[in-house]
């Protein structure tokens, strides 16, 4: 398996390599060069989390020993899942919500991030690479703190994770500020997510800094979803839904089903993308916004324009307005036509916009969420079925709806439940009714908690009174010297 860019194919390197690197030096997205199949379903049907992750992964990370993947897999998968299915499956009313919240920080990042640190260290020693790793990292909110809980106190490895400073929910920030470990470092910057991303790209792309880093025994690497060891991982969980739906008897071997999913960067939906292309019966790809519908109107009219404001939402981790990902699609859908994509992007970024003529985007569906439908759906929800959900995974459930209405397609239909509720507390309680005027955070959670008769997580509890340990603020501009300042280096390149 070699992996190659999606703005230069002829560049080509191993699955190690394009961890360690995390983005082509072209500016290109590394993609597998070829999907492998999963032929036999059925072998699969009584694999737990950990030998389906293997079964998967094997196929992409080829120059890793089998011993040294079954070992990330054990130290990833462990534990620190609050449910030994690792992924359970819930059913409510005609649809199945595939929770992949249940890991250390509530959200799905946990499920790519608990082993991206021991692919990384594995990658490493495959290489024999013996430099220091910085990993930069620009959050809309989740990444963040997961990669910061993966990667602290990793010996050999930094991280440095920028976020908005305005644009996270309460308990994420929390979560993020009272990091522990020395090698850790977050930073809120004056700007939004597509700021921190493109402040990130941009350090990347800057080889005096990234020379000079290395002259100082540094290499960057990527914690984002641009890192093909972030992706890969997340190809599993819809296999293990499938084969959980299969087992429960919810459908029939070889029945197709939806995938509905909330999206923002467009990497857990690429990766369910993935999975058709491996083999998984999946009929319909549903691409679920909030008001930041910009890859709504992509797959509606062919044309891609962020010529337009930044909208925060209560669906935070998805205020996106440059979504990475959808770059590896369109390099897959058009055929591999690398020297296309390089003009789109660079259109992209210098225009604004880009149009695609003649894509086959018939896989996909893509729909929009308002903030109001998105608090509709949550109230309907838990007064019908006493199940809450958060609401990235109510702007999936209501595109779900609108796409049903549409089309009439009956279609089973999995919808990935990408956060816990307790995460955006708020606006949750507030959409439920419950009154949140003047109550502080951690008692509007415990209130929520017990209307809807679930205990609120102890590590968001704790947060109440745990120290503040990082209160670093920059503008954009000042990023590359936030990193030099963590790292102590200095000024001798400016
Ligand atoms: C990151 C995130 C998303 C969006 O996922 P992408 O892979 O960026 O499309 C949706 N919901 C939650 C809760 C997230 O943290």
């Known amino acids: 398996m070699k992996y190659i860019s999606t703005r230069n194919k002829t560049v080509s390197i191993s699955p190690s390599e394009a961890i360690i690197q995390g983005i082509s030096k072209d500016g290109g997205l590394f993609v597998p060069s070829i999907l492998p199949k999963v032929d036999d379903l059925d072998t699969c049907m009584n694999m737990n989390y950990k030998e389906l992750a293997y079964m998967i992964m094997s196929k992409f990370f080829t120059d890793f020993e089998s011993k040294e993947l079954e070992d990330c897999i054990d130290k990833a998968y462990d534990n620190k899942f609050s449910t030994n299915k690792i992924v359970p499956i819930v059913k409510v009313e005609d649809v199945f919500f595939l929770e992949l919240f249940h890991g250390p920080t509530f959200a799905f990042k946990d499920m790519a991030l608990s082993i991206l640190p021991y692919l990384l260290k594995t990658a490493m020693k495959i290489r024999d690479t013996h430099k220091e790793i910085v990993i930069l990292t620009a959050t809309s909110g989740d990444t963040g703190k997961a990669a910061l809980e993966g990667f602290a106190n990793v010996e050999g490895i930094k991280i440095i994770v920028f976020y908005p400073e305005n644009g996270v929910s309460e308990i994420q920030k929390r979560q993020m500020i009272t990091q522990e470990g020395d090698n850790t470092f977050v930073v809120g910057i004056n700007g939004n997510f597509d700021d921190a991303q493109k402040g990130v790209k941009d350090i990347f792309n800057d080889k005096e800094f990234v020379n000079y880093l290395d002259k100082n025994n540094y290499i960057l690497s990527s914690a984002n979803s641009i890192n093909i060891g972030r992706l890969i991982p997340q190809i599993v969980y819809y296999f293990y839904g499938y084969l959980t739906l299969l087992q429960q008897g919810h459908i029939e071997k070889n029945e197709k089903v939806n995938i509905t999913v909330p999206t923002g960067n467009f990497g857990n939906i690429l990766a369910a993308y993935y999975a058709k292309k491996m083999g998984l019966p999946v009929n319909m790809l549903i691409c679920a916004s909030n008001e930041n ?179 670093n603020n920059c503008n954009i501009e000042d990023m590359e010297q936030m990193v030099k300042m963590f790292l102590k280096v200095g000024g001798t390149n400016d």
Not at 296 to 322: A, H, K, Q, V
Not at 327 to 343: C, P, V
Not at 385 to 398: E, K, R, S
């Open 293 to 471: 519908n910009i890859l709504s109107d992509f797959f509606n009219t062919g044309i891609y324009d962020r010529r337009r404001e930044l909208i925060l939402t209560s669906s935070p981790s998805m205020d996106i307005l440059i979504s990475s990902n959808l770059e590896r699609l369109l390099f897959h859908l058009s055929g591999e036509r690398d020297k296309m994509i390089e003009e789109k992007m660079n259109q992209l970024s210098c225009q604004g916009y880009y149009k695609m003529e003649n894509l086959n985007i018939k896989d996909f569906y893509g729909s929009f969420s308002t903030e109001k439908e998105v608090s509709a759906i949550i109230n309907k929800i838990f007064k019908k079925n006493n199940y809450l959900i958060d609401p990235h995974t109510a702007v999936a459930y209501n595109v779900y709806e609108k796409y049903k209405m549409e089309t009439k397609d009956t279609t089973k239909t999995i919808i990935a439940s990408t956060a816990s509720p307790f995460k955006f507390g708020s606006k949750v309680a507030a959409a439920i009714g419950m009154d949140i005027e003047g109550k502080d955070q951690f008692s509007i959670l415990e209130d929520m908690g017990t209307n809807a008769n679930i205990a609120v997580p102890q590590a968001i509890k704790t947060l109440k009174h745990k120290k503040i340990l990082h209160d």
